[in-house]
């Protein structure tokens, strides 16, 4: 009898590995699908209309810039699409709590963004604290074109792709929020097309913005919140800086 009940066990066991192996692979295939759609979107796009003589400028190529954003998001959706819909029943459930933290977590990371500042400001400058001043600029089609790429499609892109992406690969909360900085910093970095130095001094804000924002998705596990706290402090923070700091 108890031979037979650590077989099971055993079988129960290995069935659990298995499936969190098979989890794993899952998850690094969606990644690495992922960061491809968004580098090959974001370097090849306009190449790629060029190529058929496709040309634009002025407005109409923010309207194609806009639309290539929607696009690369439709794209990531459907790869991370149960993840995805998961977390919005969760949302849905427990609205008011979701936008609690979702405004106390925003307001976290502009806290954050102004400490690192400071700290990094006194071994290298930095122009600013990365926020666009929104509040600022007189309404056109420009800028609400602006907003919907910077405020609305590119958080989804990075949340989803880096928090959500990577917790799927590691199941720890601390290795997967310092792995996703990491990884987004070496992404952010090698898009800057600056030197070494530079890219690297820019780059650890936002490192630590994802970082802090995985954890969050990593303990709460609903990737709404986090876009919500995201789109807060990319289109609000500079609001908190100027009034509060």
Not at 138 to 147: D, E, H, K, R, V
Not at 224 to 238: N, Q, T
């Amino acid at each position: 009898m108890l031979t037979i009940v650590n077989k099971m066990y055993h079988n129960y066991n290995v069935n659990i590995g298995d499936d969190m192996k098979n989890d794993s692979v899952k998850g690094i295939i969606q990644l690495v699908l992922a960061v491809l759609f968004c580098y090959a979107f974001e370097h090849f796009f306009f190449w790629a209309l060029g190529k058929i003589g496709l040309h634009f400028s002025g407005d109409m190529y923010l309207i194609m810039n806009t639309i290539k954003y929607a696009i690369l998001c439709v794209i990531v959706y459907i790869i991370y699409q149960s993840k995805i819909k998961s977390s919005k029943n969760k949302f849905n459930k427990s609205i008011i709590t979701s936008a609690i933290f979702s405004i106390g977590s925003f307001v976290l990371l502009v806290f954050v963004n102004f400490i690192l500042h400071k700290a990094i400001g006194t071994v290298h400058a930095l122009d600013g604290y990365g926020f666009s001043d929104y509040f600022s600029q007189s309404f056109n089609l420009g800028l609400a074109l602006n907003l919907i790429v910077n405020v609305i499609f590119k958080p989804f892109l990075l949340v989803v792709v880096f928090c959500l992406g990577v917790s799927n690969i590691v199941r720890k909360v601390w290795p997967s929020s310092i792995l996703a900085g990491i990884l987004f910093g070496l992404f952010y970095a090698f898009n800057l097309n600056a030197s070494i130095e530079t890219a690297f001094w820019l780059s650890i804000i936002p490192s630590c913005v994802v970082l802090l924002s995985t954890y969050f998705y990593k303990t709460t596990q609903n990737i709404w919140m986090v876009y919500i706290s995201y789109v807060l402090y990319i289109g609000c923070g500079i609001f908190v800086l100027r009034y509060f700091v």
